[in-house]
């Protein structure tokens, strides 16, 4: 039987997969591996070329351009502070979940429901329809809380595990950190060249098509700055569930996220930011409807747009798992997602949603705290629009790295739990145990075979 080549990336059939223990796939050598989706890759610096090169000419012609009719006034000492409380929260609390992360999941369970209902009985004072939409939610939570009550054992399991990789390899943070700092760079000319040049255009249609390019840029550069610190903390953490060397790990994950898994990154993302802008421009549209019909339908088509982003964001999260961890293209990964999630283990991502359940509650927390400060500094101005954007950026890129073990450690258990076996058996034992409390069905894990034929590339 031919051996599998280096990184597993051959086309090699293995007719006995019992036979081929995944932890004895041979070492990993880049210097073998090829660039995965490279045009997209060009593509996405080519863009950035363009807003860099138009936002410092917008900067060296700035009294040019400052004459204008806007009613915005920009100001840095709000948007500073504004962002530099957002930043301390983030640090706080991430660190209440570290230590809290079950009486957290459980409160915000119960206390979902109870909220959205006083909501509900308070806005039918002045809206019958809206507040009994409200009321519909908040049934729809409760029913939610108690469906999934049981299965919060399991999700805690799973956040031990993570939280205890993330104790001894927390360095992911600060490449989270520093895709947080490049975002915010970006950001900054992205947002220049959308002031200046959106609303320039003669025609109505013309304008739109340059809305929904500048807001394509806006995505793409910013999912593309967040999916390399994803891709960057999968591979750390699945270097440490294949047992793998952990010296300077986090650095050659790095290093491969902004290399071999550039332009796998950079395809999916612009997918991602494709829809997103097309919803920008409905919004845009929408609000400048000259009849109430129109905006309806609007408004609709706006929703399904979300409801589609929102699907290929989720998918994306775990087609760049495989990305980190087994270097293939970013089809090739998307394509292996879909056949995990219909293959097995459906039951156990689904719980995904209660362990990412903290990390969603303090962003929400985070722009309260963002536009508390900002009004207090200087009153509610687009300076706090700003403000959360960028105080956002940093939060998800922060907290993204105990995201990011998470799902790598779900894709490993569902994919390759003969691995994860061998190479954690503690860790393995404690997901089974919990995943069996809540009565699913973990049969399968005990299985010598791999899903994949495949060993990992970290």
Not at 109 to 115: E, F, G, Q, W
Not at 152 to 180: D, G, R, T
Not at 428 to 450: K, L, M, P
């Amino acid at each position: 039987m031919a051996e599998p080549g280096l990184y597993g990336m051959d086309d090699v059939m293995i007719e006995d997969k019992s036979s081929v223990p995944q932890s004895d796939a041979v070492e990993r050598n880049l210097d073998h591996e090829g660039w995965k989706d490279v045009p997209f890759a060009v593509g996405y610096y080519l863009s950035l070329s363009f807003s860099f090169i138009l936002g410092i000419y917008l900067v060296m012609n700035i009294d040019d351009t400052s004459s204008t009719n806007s009613a915005y006034k920009f100001n840095f000492l709000q948007i500073f502070v504004a962002v530099l409380s957002g930043t301390v929260f983030t640090f706080v609390w991430l660190a209440l979940v570290l230590r809290f992360a079950e009486c957290i999941i459980k409160t915000s369970l119960i206390a979902t429901p109870i909220v959205l209902g006083l909501v509900a009985i308070v806005t039918m004072f002045s809206s019958v329809v809206s507040g009994f939409i409200l009321l519909l939610f908040a049934f729809f939570s409760a029913w939610y809380a108690y469906a999934v009550w049981n299965r919060v054992e399991f999700a805690v399991a799973c956040l031990k595990v993570v939280i205890s990789v993330f104790k001894q390899l927390p360095s992911p943070l600060l490449f989270n950190l520093l895709m947080a700092a490049a975002s915010i760079v970006i950001l900054v000319f992205d947002f220049m060249i959308f002031v200046a040049v959106a609303y320039s255009a003669q025609t109505a249609g013309a304008q739109g098509f340059i809305i929904f390019l500048l807001y394509a840029l806006i995505y793409w550069h910013n999912i593309v700055t967040i999916n390399v610190a994803h891709v960057t903390a999968c591979s750390v953490m699945g270097a440490w569930l294949y047992n793998r060397s952990l010296d300077n790990v986090s650095l050659s994950s790095f290093k491969r996220a902004i290399t071999t898994s550039f332009g796998s990154i950079c395809f999916g993302a612009l997918i991602e930011a494709v829809v997103r802008a097309l919803s920008a421009l409905l919004r845009h549209l929408e609000r400048n409807a000259e009849n109430q019909c129109t905006m309806i339908v609007l408004c609709c088509l706006r929703c399904l747009i979300n409801l589609i982003a929102d699907i290929i964001s989720y998918i994306n999260s775990y087609a760049f798992v495989f990305v980190a961890l087994y270097q293939e293209s970013y089809l090739e990964s998307a394509k292996d997602c879909w056949n995990m999630f219909k293959t097995r283990g459906c039951e156990a991502i689904v719980n995904d949603d209660l362990t990412t359940i903290p990390l969603y509650l303090g962003a929400m927390f985070l722009v309260c705290v963002v536009v508390v400060v900002g009004m207090v500094v200087d009153g509610l101005s687009a300076n706090v629009l700003i403000a959360i954007t960028f105080a956002l950026v940093i939060y998800f890129c922060s907290v993204y790295t105990l995201i990011s073990y998470t799902k790598t450690l779900y894709v490993v258990w569902i994919n390759d739990p003969a691995s994860f076996k061998s190479n954690r058996p503690e860790e393995f034992a404690q997901i089974v145990e919990a995943a069996q409390n809540f009565g699913y069905d973990t049969n399968w894990v005990y299985s010598n075979q791999a899903y994949r034929g495949k060993p990992a590339a970290v």
